[in-house]
């Protein structure tokens, strides 16, 4: 059996098992946001990773969040913060969005099913800013390696056409 077959193996076994926490249902509209690297950008046909504000407004209060705890919170730099990922600039962009518009990036559902009022993407979670989602759907946090926000994935395309605002990463947190 080749290691991907056992890892694979491994993953659905404790998804199985019920270790996977339970995902949140949206509401039908509700603002996302899109946290990236300031010189990161997209075209129109591009998948953006992105959480519902009002999840990163409440777990920020709770974790008392400054921009580097946010970045390990989401999984997006390590626990120690060092290293280029964590020195650079980061932003916050926030879009309106319909829920129909979203799906969930869980390497271990079946694509197309509803998880949570969301159906699952057909493509493949993207990893390349970080460690990214679990494969439950879910952030996990650097520091604790503890269940994070959800995490939906939606066509920039989609998110744009309502409207976006952009901020770095210091003024998201302040304004709230």
């Avoid at 404790?14 to 690297?37: F, M, N, Q, T």
């Avoid at 009022?117 to 493949?124: K, S």
Wanted: hydrophobic share 40%; with cysteine.
């Amino acid at each position: 059996m080749s290691l991907v077959a056992t890892l694979l193996g491994l993953v659905l076994q404790a998804h199985a098992s019920g270790s996977c926490a339970e995902l949140h249902s949206p509401s039908s509209e509700l603002k996302v946001v899109w946290i990236s690297p300031v010189p990161q950008r997209v075209t129109g046909g591009a998948r953006l990773q992105v959480v519902a504000l009002e999840d990163l407004e409440a777990w920020s209060e709770r974790a008392g969040a400054s921009p580097t705890r946010l970045l390990q919170g989401m999984g997006l730099v390590n626990r120690r913060a060092r290293g280029r990922r964590a020195r650079r600039p980061y932003k916050a962009t926030v879009f309106e969005v319909r829920r129909e518009w979203l799906c969930r990036p869980i390497a271990i559902a079946e694509a197309g099913t509803s998880q949570a009022g969301v159906p699952v993407c057909a493509e493949a979670p993207s990893r390349r800013l970080g460690r990214g989602p679990s494969t439950c759907g879910y952030t996990v946090d650097a520091l604790g390696q503890a269940r994070g926000l959800d995490v939906y994935r939606i066509r920039w395309r989609d998110a744009a056409s309502g409207g976006f605002c952009v901020y770095s990463l210091d003024k998201l947190l302040a304004s709230e």
